[in-house]
């Protein structure tokens, strides 16, 4: 049975007002020696910070805890992937004075959520906030997430810009119109109905997160969604109103492709236990090289080239689009750069090579020995092609990644 709780934005005030929560007492241990020392306060929170390039921001956020967390027991951990501008370095130079602070930093892998999922299983505390590392969160508003779970016995809390009280700040139109469409379409997998399913800004107790972590895509950059459409049980859910800020330092992480992402995590909930998403991606890349394939035959054929070297051409052409394509999204997060990109290329070639075999190997046999129309026998060994060619590049020109990640 589902539970939902909404926080008014006047429940808050006495929260919001009077800064942190209640200050839990230290406790006391014999020494042994007939002393007693106060022991350190039990942890409550764990705030996970995902980062790239914001070695600028690093300091500030951290002092702004500082000041709203008073009386709370905190740590904070960052999970940088590998930012070239020493995020890692600056946050690993403050932790070496402050036990509080941690760093997570990952190599050879990328993503807003799967580095929060990171983050999460290594906090330690049992109660966890995401939050963004550029300051546009209001990290005020953590004491208030923090009583309307603790009160409200709520699994997740979230900050709102779309309930009362909450706004999205200095937004243009665009950027409105594209996040208010998107929470639209998060409706389609959302289990519940919450105010601000795009949020990157929540709390969540830590043995909620447990239950459906072994579900989560890890796909893209909207994490909350992923867990509350990952959720099979229902969630006590409350939402705090926060007004979206702007950037103080470093550059906006959204591009063109966060659509993409967005898309890939919506077919993740919704097909993704029929067909692997990545897999539906590779074949709709597939399909587009078909059309560049056919584009370069037919405007070579112009030119009065023989067909079979117009054939060669086009085969090249399409091989190389299908590669630049594939690794730009199929494979995002293990995107091949410098010298790989040419020897995964290569590879790539290679086990397409292998599977125009394969397909038309299979397609004539259905065709010549079973009898069978020349259109299935010809989708047929294009259904072969198609897997042969997902799973030898994924497993020999992207995979390479998936062993770094194990390490």
Not at 59 to 84: T, Y
Not at 241 to 252: A, I, N, T, V
Not at 284 to 305: C, N
Request: positive net charge; contains cysteine.
């Amino acid at each position: 049975m589902r539970t939902e709780l909404r926080m008014r934005p006047n429940e808050l005030k006495p929260s919001i007002a009077g800064g942190a929560a209640t200050r839990r007492p230290a406790e006391t241990r014999s020494t042994g020696t007939g002393r007693f020392a106060a022991a350190p306060a039990a942890l409550q929170l764990s705030i996970v910070v995902p980062t790239f390039n914001e070695r600028q921001n690093v300091r500030e956020l951290i002092a702004r805890l500082e000041l709203a967390l008073r009386g709370i027991s905190w740590e904070l951990i960052f999970v940088d992937d590998d930012s070239p501008d020493g995020t890692s370095a600056e946050v690993k130079a403050i932790a070496a004075r402050d036990s509080r602070i941690r760093c997570l930093r990952r190599i050879g892998r990328r993503g807003l959520s799967s580095a929060c999922i990171e983050g999460m299983l290594a906090a330690a505390a049992p109660t966890l906030v995401v939050m963004d590392a550029d300051l546009q969160h209001d990290e005020t508003k953590i004491p208030a997430m923090l009583e309307a779970l603790e009160s409200h016995d709520a699994h997740l809390v979230i900050a709102s810009r779309y309930t009362d009280g909450g706004t999205v700040g200095e937004w243009n139109k665009t950027r409105a119109f594209m996040s208010r469409l998107a929470t639209r379409l998060s409706r389609l997998v959302c289990r519940q109905e919450i105010s601000d399913p795009m949020s990157g800004f929540f709390m969540i107790r830590a043995d909620a997160l447990e239950r459906c972590v072994h579900r989560l895509s890890g796909k893209g950059f909207k994490i909350l969604l992923d867990i509350v459409a990952s959720t099979r049980e229902g969630l006590c859910v409350a939402e705090v109103p926060y007004s979206f800020r702007e950037r103080l330092h470093g550059e906006s992480k959204l591009d063109s492709l966060v659509v993409w992402d967005f898309g890939m995590l919506l077919a993740e909930k919704t097909i993704g236990r029929y067909i692997p998403v990545r897999f539906l991606a590779f074949t709709l890349v597939g399909g587009a090289g078909v059309l560049v394939h056919m584009s370069v035959l037919a405007a070579l054929r112009l030119t009065e080239m023989s067909f079979p070297t117009a054939q060669g051409v086009a085969t090249v052409v399409a091989m190389v689009f299908n590669f630049w394509l594939n690794n730009l999204l199929t494979y995002r997060d293990r995107r091949l750069r410098g010298a790989r990109w040419f020897t995964g290329l290569l590879s790539f070639m290679l086990a397409c090579g292998l599977g125009a075999v394969a397909n038309v190997g299979i397609a004539s046999y259905l065709f010549e020995q079973s009898n069978a129309q020349w259109v299935v026998a010809a989708l047929a060994g294009i259904a072969v092609g198609a897997v042969w060619n997902y799973a030898i590049t994924q497993l020999y020109t992207w995979g390479h990644d998936r062993s770094r990640d194990a390490g």
